[in-house]
């Protein structure tokens, strides 16, 4: 994946159909510390650092913390704060 084929909060996975959701630059910081394969977010934009990313809550499950005690926060495309148990 490159950056052109980055998508947008609200927008279909190309690999899982899944709607992609929003996480904070502060939030994907706290997932890289348990180093992740993140699958969804090319290396290229979050090298860029950005305010906020989207992510797909499928290919992705297991970065948000779907194992973890308190998984991370994010923002579906109607702007409600979930994680990834909710979903
Ligand atoms: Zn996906």
Do not use: W
Not at 57 to 73: E, T, W
């Amino acid at each position: 994946m490159n950056e052109s084929t980055y998508l947008k909060v609200g927008e279909k996975c190309e690999r899982c159909g899944t709607e992609r959701v929003e996480i904070t630059h502060a939030t994907l910081q706290k997932m890289q510390e348990l180093r992740p394969n993140i699958r969804s977010i090319p290396y290229s934009i979050v090298n860029e650092g950005r305010d906020l990313y989207a992510i797909c809550p499928s290919c992705d499950a297991y970065a948000l913390g779907a194992d973890l005690v308190q998984p991370f926060p994010f923002k579906d495309k109607f702007g409600s704060i979930k994680t990834i148990r909710e979903y």
